[in-house]
C-alpha cells in the first residue's frame, strides 16, 4: 500500500533523503581523512620531539670526545702504580711503603696483612689491611701522605677507636692525651695480564 505525501511532505522526505546521502558519503570519505590527519599530526609532534632529543644528544657528542681525548691522555703514569714483579712482591713493596708514611707521620705500625687481588682491565688491584697507632695529628699526616705522594694509594673501610692515656710533660704533671688504634684498607695498582 503507498502512501501518499502532500508536496511538502514529498520536499522534506527528498531532504531527509539528501540529508542522510550527504552523512554517508561525509562518513566514508571525509570522517577518514580528517581522523588520518589528526593521527598525521600527532605523529608529527612525537617526531619533533624526538628529533629534538637526538639533536641535543648529536650536540654532546663533540665535548664528549675532548673529554674522552683528555681522559686517554691521562692515562696513569708508571710513577702512579706500584712496584714488583709479582703479586707477593708488590704486596711487600706496598707494605714497607705504608710502614714509611705511618712513621713519617709519627705514628707506629702494629700489623700489616695483604688482602687478595683483584682485576681491573689490565690493572691489578693490591691491598692491604693495616693497623696503626699515634694522634690525631698522626691520621692527619698519614692520609695526606698516602693522597698526596706517589704511587697512587686509595684508602677503604677506616676504623678509628679512640683511647685516652695519661702523659708526663717536662713539667712533671701528667696530660692526658689521646691515642688512635687506626684500622684500614690501602689499595694501590700495578700493571698485569690479568689473573693466570
Given amino acids: 500500500m503507498a502512501i501518499k505525501l502532500s508536496k511538502s511532505g514529498q520536499r522534506t522526505a527528498a531532504l531527509l533523503m539528501l540529508l542522510g546521502v550527504i552523512v554517508a558519503l561525509f562518513s566514508v570519505t571525509v570522517l577518514p581523512v580528517l581522523l588520518a590527519s589528526s593521527n598525521l599530526h600527532e605523529s608529527i609532534d612525537d617526531l619533533g620531539f624526538r628529533l629534538q632529543k637526538y639533536q641535543n644528544i648529536a650536540s654532546m657528542e663533540v665535548p664528549l670526545k675532548k673529554q674522552l681525548t683528555r681522559l686517554e691522555s691521562q692515562q696513569v703514569s708508571k710513577e702512579d702504580l706500584l712496584n714488583g714483579e709479582s703479586t707477593a712482591i708488590t704486596g711487600a713493596n706496598l707494605q714497607e711503603l705504608f710502614k714509611q708514611r705511618v712513621q713519617q707521620s709519627g705514628g707506629r705500625l702494629q700489623s700489616t696483612q695483604i688482602l687478595p687481588e683483584s682485576y681491573q682491565g689490565s690493572l691489578e688491584r693490591i691491598a692491604i689491611k693495616a ?42 704533671q701528667t696530660q692526658p692525651t689521646e691515642m688512635l688504634t687506626v684500622t684500614m684498607e690501602i689499595a694501590g695498582y700495578r700493571r698485569s695480564e690479568g689473573p693466570k
Fill in 131 to 172: 693497623n696503626f697507632t699515634g694522634s690525631i695529628e698522626v691520621l692527619q699526616k698519614t692520609l695526606y701522605n698516602i693522597e698526596y705522594q706517589q704511587p697512587l694509594l686509595f684508602v677503604d673501610n677506616i676504623e678509628i677507636r679512640s683511647r685516652t692515656t695519661r702523659r708526663r710533660s717536662r713539667r712533671t
